[in-house]
């Protein structure tokens, strides 16, 4: 399922592949997410809180922020 298989910690590099989008929208995501922490400096979330929220919520809703012009 996960590229990282083994690993306990998601980062945005492995939603980015698992869901295929690009690095501004999985750091959307992360920040919309419960129980995110920081790894160094990188976002990341267990697997299982990721599993339990969309088992819970069936998506994870983000809203893009307003463009600036």
């Not at 697997?47 to 307003?66: F, V």
Request: glycine content about 6%; aromatic content about 8%.
């Amino acid at each position: 399922m996960w590229q990282t298989e083994k690993s306990e910690w998601l980062f945005a590099e492995d939603l980015q592949r698992k869901f295929r989008m690009g690095r501004s929208k999985s750091c959307l995501v992360l920040n919309r997410l419960p129980g995110v922490v920081r790894i160094g400096k990188r976002k990341a979330i267990r697997r299982s809180a990721l599993e339990l929220h969309l088992e819970q919520h069936g998506e994870i809703e983000i809203e893009w922020p307003r463009q600036r012009r």
